[in-house]
């Protein structure tokens, strides 16, 4: 009955997703991280012979992948051999007189003032028989001097280091926990001048889905921008010297892409991605990566007009699609390029967030990169728009077109620095939680400044707005909206 019960057991988990990334073939004899590559080592008759130890050939198998950091990788066909399973293995981090330096990362050599580090050759080991001996591990294991990913930690109890003891069979436990067989071992300081050695753990490649009280703030946040914009919007549709004109349409525009933006990121961080289909996993949030790229390729665009404007430029119907289409193009093609991209070997979209991984750099490359290019072609046609009117005499007559522009101009810009604020702390949230390896307080100011984003619409592009109050003003009174409708044939 216990062998139909084992033969159940390996039968599930050779259907199941390893816990590294990658399907684990029935050809393959073990696991990747208990082979060696034998593609060097001699073969008899029968078996092969690695490190002076004999592997059966049923041992053997051709491996065309590899696997770092978690991730299958393909690669030249090789021979590999389940090297753990003729002799146990030991995983040592780094080599002979170093150690492997938690906080940079890598192997360096310990500081001239610290003690000798312990010998390498030698490790304490339970045996069989419950003892613990301090033995020399080349004769009893297989030794490997490998870091198994880039991202090593130490497993801590509050301060102090957890006390893991090694076994005979290779297997490393503390009070019955096993120890995961991606590891390594390192010489840590414990104390001011003895050195223990501790199997360090690899970072968890699965970023667990949490809706926790940073999680709702954002998405109330949010909620409320959305709200904002949504007020905005109405405003504008109901404005009628703004409803056909240029900058009234270009912001109508804006505050859709900005609410299906803003909508998409509330629905990612309110759903766990495991209930989510792969499909759905890279389509949303490519839509909200093409909204909120838009979004501010819109805001360069009424950059550009606005500049324009000074000098008397009137677009019709024809040149603002012209000119629009190919924006609207542009970003599509680059959330769809996102979408079915690669960043480390890994699809940016699809994995256990559903939105970009906060543990790599790939947030910054295609959303903040394009993000910050359409800024600086609006802080362009800024500062051309500024020399424009420092060159030009103050003109008294408040109605005159000019004027209407300089207000436009005011009032947007006003909104583009509030923008740029709420943006640049997303991307110091971004930084800090990236250096410290973890999520900080600093997601409640990103919070916040969701929701204040809505508000400076709100004040920016309605409050400050001088024909938006002249509108809202004649609703007040009951007058006419319609008298001073701009034609459909352009747009002023």
């Known amino acids: 009955m216990a062998q139909f019960y084992i033969f159940g057991v390996l039968l599930i988990l050779s259907g199941l997703h390893c816990s590294w990334g990658f399907h684990e073939e029935t050809h393959y004899p073990c696991a990747f991280i208990d082979t060696a590559n034998i593609t060097e080592s001699y073969g008899l008759d029968g078996p092969f012979v690695h ?16 696997i770092k950091n978690g991730i299958r990788i393909p690669a030249n066909r090789h021979l590999r051999a389940c090297v753990c399973k003729t002799k146990p293995c030991v995983r040592i981090c780094c080599l002979w007189g170093e150690i492997y330096d938690l906080g940079r990362r890598q192997c360096l050599v310990p500081a ?16 069989g028989n419950g003892s613990l001996r301090l033995v020399k ?6 030794i490997h001097v490998e870091t198994p990913c880039e991202h090593m930690k130490a497993v801590t109890k509050g301060s102090e280091y957890v006390h893991w003891t090694l076994h005979e069979n290779g297997t490393i436990s503390h009070r019955g926990h096993i120890f995961s067989k991606h590891y390594c071992f390192t ?3 414990h104390g001011n001048s003895t ?5 360090l753990a690899c970072a968890p490649k699965k970023l667990y889905f949490v809706l926790g009280v940073r999680e709702w703030t954002y998405a109330i946040c949010l909620l409320i921008a959305i709200l904002s914009m949504f007020i905005v919007l109405m405003v504008y549709l109901m404005c009628s ?3 056909n004109s240029f900058y009234g349409v270009a912001i109508k525009a804006y505050t859709i892409c900005m609410i299906l933006g803003y909508a998409l990121l509330a629905y990612l961080t309110l759903h766990n991605p495991a209930n989510l289909s792969n499909a759905a996993c890279r389509i949303l949030p490519s839509l909200a990566l093409m909204n909120l790229v838009l979004s501010f390729y819109i805001l360069s665009f009424i950059a550009f007009k606005l500049y324009l404007s000074f000098y008397g430029v009137v677009f019709t119907k024809l040149m603002f699609w012209l000119i629009f289409t190919p924006i609207v193009l542009v970003a599509v093609g680059w959330s769809f390029f996102v979408g079915f991209s690669y960043y480390g070997s890994r699809l940016i979209f699809g994995g256990d967030t559903c939105w970009f991984d906060p543990r790599n750099w790939s947030i910054m490359i295609y959303l903040y990169a394009p993000v910050f290019v359409a800024c600086a072609i609006s802080g362009f ?8 009117i420092r060159d030009q005499p103050d003109i008294e007559t408040e109605k005159s077109f000019e004027s209407i522009e300089k207000n436009r101009f005011r009032s ?13 702390v997303c991307i110091c949230s971004f930084a800090f939680n990236y250096y410290w390896e973890n999520r900080s307080h600093l997601n409640y100011a990103v919070s916040f400044c969701m929701a204040f984003h809505g508000f400076a619409a709100l004040y920016a592009l309605i409050g400050k707005n001088q024909q938006i109050q002249n509108f809202l003003r004649r609703i007040d009174n009951g007058e006419d909206t319609c008298e001073n409708s701009v034609p459909l044939s352009s747009f002023g």
């Open 137 to 142: 591990l080349q004769p009893r294991f297989s």
């Open 412 to 424: 947007f810009w006003k909104y583009v620095g509030y923008t740029a604020v709420v943006w640049v």
């Open 187 to 189: 010489p840590l300081l």
């Open 381 to 388: 046609f800024y500062v051309l728009s500024q020399i424009y």
């Open 241 to 243: 010297e703004m409803r």
């Open 112 to 127: 001239a003032r610290v003690s000798s580090l312990p010998s390498h050759s030698h490790m304490e080991v339970e045996l």
């Open 51 to 66: 490190n002076w130890t004999v592997i059966p050939r049923h041992f053997v198998a051709v491996y065309d992948f590899v």
């Open 195 to 199: 050195w223990e050695w501790q199997p």
